[in-house]
C-alpha cells in the first residue's frame, strides 16, 4: 500500500508562481512513475505532467507545456510541481497520482491518489 500526501496549494495571482509537493510513503515508493492531474468545477479530470521512476522521463500536457515542471526529489518519494506564468484557467484541485510507469499515468491507470489540494487563480 501506499499513502500519497499534497500540500502548496493556495491562492495566486495571475502571472504568478506556485509550487505544489507530493509525499508518497509505503512500499516500493521509488519504484513508481508519479504524476499530476487537476480537475476544474464542472470539468472532468486532466493530465497535467508525469515523470519517470528514474527521473529522465518527464511528459506534460499542451495547456502547461513551458510553464509548470514536474520534478522529484528526497530520493525519489517525493515529486513537486513547479508553475510558472499561472492563469485564471489553472485553477483547479489538483491531485498527485502514483502508477507503474510512466505510460500509465499518462493514460490515467493510476494505482494511487492523493487527496488533492485547491490551487485557485485570481486577482
Known amino acids: 500500500q501506499v499513502q500519497v500526501a499534497e500540500s502548496g496549494g493556495g491562492l495566486v495571482q495571475p502571472g504568478g508562481s506556485l509550487r505544489l509537493s507530493c509525499a508518497a510513503s509505503g512500499r516500493s515508493t521509488t519504484s513508481y512513475a508519479m504524476g499530476w492531474f487537476r480537475q476544474a468545477p464542472g470539468k472532468e479530470r486532466e493530465f497535467v505532467a508525469a515523470i519517470s521512476r528514474s527521473r529522465l522521463g518527464t511528459y506534460y500536457s499542451n495547456s502547461v507545456k513551458g510553464r509548470f515542471t514536474i520534478s522529484r526529489e528526497n530520493a525519489g518519494n517525493t515529486v513537486a510541481l513547479q508553475m510558472n506564468s499561472l492563469k485564471p484557467e489553472d485553477t483547479a484541485v489538483y491531485y498527485c497520482?502514483?502508477?507503474?510507469?510512466?505510460?500509465?499515468?499518462?493514460?490515467?491507470?493510476?494505482?494511487?491518489w492523493g487527496q488533492g489540494t485547491q490551487v485557485t487563480v485570481s486577482s
Open positions: 497520482a502514483v502508477a507503474n510507469s510512466l505510460d500509465e499515468v499518462i493514460d490515467g491507470s493510476i494505482d494511487y
